[in-house]
């Protein structure tokens, strides 16, 4: 499903240059869950925003289901963030304006998909996460716990290829973070390919493997199940 190749990342700051990522190599197959580790520096959310297409690499080649990502313009690149691509942050990301299912169904609705249907997605991922109950409620009006979850209905609604998720527990309570992790789990169950950067090692052993970045490199690889 992702084949990276020699990736490198830098970072540009007045004369200086920080070398982030130095030439990874990385597969991942098709309905694998993978977490990603490494202390802090490591590199961890710049590799995961280079393999979801949400920066531009230096120097090296992406491949996310056979498609070389590199000869995308960046108009074909949004498109296939936004409709091949699931994305879950740490913050949330939600539209303080928008009630939780309008939250869910904007994405859908940017795909031009029938009213009608956009909500009903909608709808049906906030029931799969557990807030069929709470579609009307703002973001203001819900947890943290909840916030996120309804950040994960946003991005599994359209059933992407792939579900990125940048340290998705990092603002949680011990509940709320079980929660998520137990909803991870399902999804993986489901068939769905998940790529996720942790620093807590806790929930990282909810996945199939765990790579392990260090100064800009892959150290190690633990294959869990």
Known sequence: ?????????????????????????????????????????????????????????????????????????????????????????????????????????????????????????????????????RLTNLPSKLSGGEQQRVSIARAIAHEPKILFADEPTANLDNESSRIVMEIFKELHRGGQTIVMVTHEEEFSKHAERIVHLDDGKIVREIKQK
């Not at 691509?85 to 994405?107: C, H, I, M, R, T």
């Open 1 to 133: 499903m992702i084949t990276v190749k020699n990736l490198k990342k830098s970072f540009e700051d007045g004369e200086s240059t920080t070398e982030v990522l130095k030439g990874i190599d990385f597969v991942a197959q098709s309905g694998e869950f993978i977490a990603i580790m490494g202390r802090s520096g490591a590199g961890k959310s710049t590799f995961l925003y280079q393999m979801s297409l949400l920066d531009e690499p230096t120097e090296g080649e992406i491949f996310i289901d056979n498609i070389d990502t590199h000869n995308m313009t960046p108009t074909e690149k949004t498109q296939f963030r936004l409709t091949e691509l699931g994305y879950v942050f740490q913050d949330y990301a939600l539209l303080p304006e928008l009630n939780a299912v309008e939250n869910v169904a904007l994405p859908l609705l940017m795909q031009n998909l029938p009213e009608k249907q956009a909500f009903a997605k909608a709808t049906e991922a906030l029931t799969k996460v557990g807030l069929g109950k």
